[in-house]
């Protein structure tokens, strides 16, 4: 069955740190994975995504903070959250960019909930 699989949502106090992770299960041909949040009354937005071969891209509001990173041979991205604010209060979207011959799709986790408390 393709999904992806985030885990590592929670709780913290400002100034704390989460890690995330996602594991994309049964999708092949993985291009560009990705962390998107939306807050309440906001609209879904990109924190970081990272492609195959390693490059990176982040909002400028989480740059010097957070850090994505990958294992391609597991299909998983990861996102280190240090310095977490209560504006990162969001629920955090794992996203995977499938590229095939007949074109490119995208996969969507569930969401795992991040809350900040000041």
């Known amino acids: 069955q393709v999904q992806l699989v985030e885990s590592g949502g929670g709780l913290v106090q400002a100034g704390g740190s989460l890690r995330l992770s996602c594991a994309a299960w049964s999708i092949v041909s993985i291009n560009a994975m990705g962390w998107y949040r939306r807050a309440p009354g906001k609209q879904r937005e990109l924190v970081a995504s990272?492609?195959?071969?390693?490059?990176?891209n982040y909002s400028d509001s989480v740059k010097g903070r957070f850090t994505i990173s990958r294992d391609n041979a597991k299909n998983t991205v990861y996102l280190q959250m240090n310095s977490l604010k209560p504006e990162d209060t969001a629920v955090y979207l794992c996203?995977?960019?499938?590229?095939?011959?007949?074109?490119?799709?995208?996969?969507w986790g569930q969401g795992t909930q991040v809350t900040v408390s000041s």
């Open positions: 996203n995977a960019e499938q590229n095939l011959r007949i074109g490119t799709y995208d996969y």
């Open positions: 990272i492609t195959s071969g390693g490059s990176t």
